[in-house]
């Protein structure tokens, strides 16, 4: 059972009890990502991910945090993304109010030192430089440059050098004092809680700022009426990203899309992996996913080919596609249920997940559901109905390509797509 409460201050807390675990772990989620930065900030959520294990107050360095967090043998990062930035312990049961403490003082008392702000640049920048040396982390950035029509949306999350080398402190401030406020963050705990979490959540968390701010409206993608992105580089093996616009997080064809996808090129028995790996060996990775935002998402296959296979890959891939709109099968959607029921239940078993994925859910205002209504969610779907996302997402003039190889220009590429 998932349960709910709200502090004084707005601030969401969740709960979800595993009373046969040792562990427990807190997720604090604030409501705020890429998709909320102007173009001088561009990179500022995530830059100020890293600078929130930077030192507080009562943690004035760095390794006073690392240390406190080894001594109890547990684990903490960050992450961010379009819509959300977030924060996680995991530790020992008996650690559990020890780790709201850490969490709480990192993300809500960060010094946001002027010295350590200036040393981080250099982090963040080399952060930026190694996902451009990695076709294969850098091919989904350019593809949803593309594919967004919300140009907030289709900014990369990092950020570009140029803007990071000029964000000083005073501007991380003032954007953490605007969106890290109580309306704007869930606390999400999982594990062998304590009975009085919420009690314990609300001594560390209670004196949040209170108050909410919305994501930015729409501005305009320059790329989106284009359907190919190519960035030239000389490399041995050519990465793609190919995909069209899906679904919003709240819209209940997710299920079915979630499924479409594990039967195209979601496991090493689906249609692609089958196709382009094992029949032809045309890539060493394939594979295709579903990304669902607060008001969009993404249907996307990616891929590592041979340059000189390319071509062909691409359209096995369209022709998968447009098959997918008229012949699955009985067999291959029931392969799907169980590959994606088996999948959430071994999640479950990580208190990581299911704190982070009760947050995500609730954040973006699509209810978290337990285990098993999403299992039965995912049982209801019919054949029909795959078929009809297929035909509702997989329209002519949709698709989408962004790719990275030693090519001079994308033509060939595009007549595919165009075809």
């Not at 709240?250 to 692609?272: C, F, P, W």
């Not at 596609?321 to 699955?328: L, T, V």
């Not at 209810?367 to 209801?380: A, H």
Request: aromatic residues 8%.
């Amino acid at each position: 059972m998932i349960e709910r409460n709200s502090l004084e201050n707005g601030l969401r807390v969740m709960g979800q009890r595993n009373e046969k675990g040792f562990a427990t772990s807190t997720v604090v989620m604030v409501k705020t990502g890429s998709r909320n930065e102007t173009p001088d900030i561009h990179g500022i959520s995530h830059f100020l991910e890293h600078m929130n294990f930077k030192g507080t107050k009562r943690r004035p360095n760095p390794s006073d945090i690392a240390r406190e967090v080894d001594s109890m043998g547990a684990r903490t990062n960050a992450f961010t993304g379009i819509e959300y930035t977030g924060f996680y312990i995991q530790a020992d049961k008996n650690h559990f109010e020890a780790g709201l403490d850490i969490l709480s003082d990192m993300v809500f008392n960060s010094l946001i030192d002027e010295k350590e702000l200036e040393k981080e640049k250099g982090t963040i920048i080399e952060e930026i430089n190694m996902y451009e040396d990695t076709p294969m982390y850098l091919v989904p950035e350019l593809f949803e440059a593309l594919l967004f029509e919300n140009g907030q949306m289709a900014q990369n999350i990092l950020g570009e050098k140029e803007v990071i080398k000029k964000i000083d402190f005073r501007a991380m401030r003032r954007y953490r004092d605007k969106h890290y406020k109580a309306g704007n963050v869930i606390v999400s705990c999982a594990g062998n809680l304590p009975v009085d979490y919420v009690n314990k959540v609300e001594k560390y968390f209670g004196t949040v700022s209170a108050g909410k701010e919305d994501y930015l409206g729409k501005t305009e993608n320059k790329l989106h009426h284009k359907n190919i992105i190519l960035k030239k580089k000389d490399t041995e093996q050519a990465h793609l990203c190919m995909g069209v616009p899906a679904f919003g997080i709240k819209d209940e064809r997710k299920y079915t899309a979630d499924l479409l996808s594990v039967i195209l090129g979601g496991n090493m028995s689906s249609r692609l992996w089958m196709e382009i790996r094992e029949k032809r060996g045309l890539a060493y990775y394939v594979r295709s996913s579903v990304d669902a935002c607060f008001d969009e998402g993404v249907f996307a296959v990616k891929a590592g080919l041979n340059v000189k296979k390319t071509e062909e890959a691409i359209r096995i891939v369209k022709e998968e596609m447009e098959r997918a709109k008229k012949d699955i099968t009985e067999e291959e959607l029931k392969r799907a249920k169980d590959y994606t029921v088996g999948m959430m239940a071994l999640s479950e078993e990580n208190s990581i997940n299911v704190a982070e994925n009760n947050a995500v859910d609730d954040l973006l205002e699509s209810k978290s559901l337990p285990l098993e209504e999403r299992m039965k969610r995912y049982e209801k779907v019919t054949l029909k109905e795959v078929q009809k996302v297929a035909e509702d997402i997989f329209k002519p003039g949709e698709l989408k390509l962004g790719i990275i190889g030693p090519y001079e220009t994308p033509d060939k590429f595009a007549k595919i797509l165009e075809s």
